[in-house]
C-alpha cells in the first residue's frame, strides 16, 4: 500500500513509500536535501520496518532534534502500525 507522511521539523515536507507487509520500497521525498534524500532512498529501498528504526531512529540534523532520516523512520512505523492495527 502507498503511504504519505507529512513531517515535522526538517526540510523534506512530505515522504512517500510503499508499505508491503513490513517491506519499504518506492521511497521518495518532497524538499529537502536532494542528494542525501536520494541516497537515503535507494539504501532503504527493500528494507524492513525494524530495520529502517534501527538504522534511522534518533538521527538528528544540526541543533535539531529530528532529521528527514529520524522522519522516514518514524513513518515508516505509523504506516505499519496503521496497516496492522485491525
Same mark, same amino acid.
Given at each position: ?6 513531517t ?6 512530505? $515522504?512517500?513509500?510503499?508499505? @508491503? +507487509?513490513?517491506? #519499504?520500497?518506492? /521511497?521518495?521525498f518532497?524538499?529537502?536535501? !536532494?542528494?542525501n534524500?536520494?541516497? $537515503?532512498?535507494?539504501?532503504? @529501498? +527493500?528494507?524492513? #520496518?525494524?530495520? /529502517? ?5 534518533? !538521527? ?9 532520516? @529520524? ?16
Amino acid at each position: 500500500m502507498r503511504y504519505s507522511y507529512k513531517t515535522r521539523g526538517v526540510c523534506a515536507r512530505e $515522504i512517500d513509500f510503499n508499505l @508491503d +507487509g513490513d517491506v #519499504v520500497s518506492d /521511497i521518495s521525498f518532497l524538499g529537502g536535501c !536532494n542528494g542525501n534524500l536520494k541516497a $537515503i532512498s535507494k539504501l532503504c @529501498d +527493500g528494507m524492513t #520496518v525494524e530495520q /529502517i528504526e534501527k538504522k534511522l531512529k534518533g !538521527n538528528t540534523c544540526g541543533p535539531r532534534a529530528t532529521s528527514c532520516a @529520524d522522519q522516514f523512520a518514524l513513518a515508516v512505523r505509523e504506516a505499519y502500525n496503521r496497516e496492522h492495527a485491525n
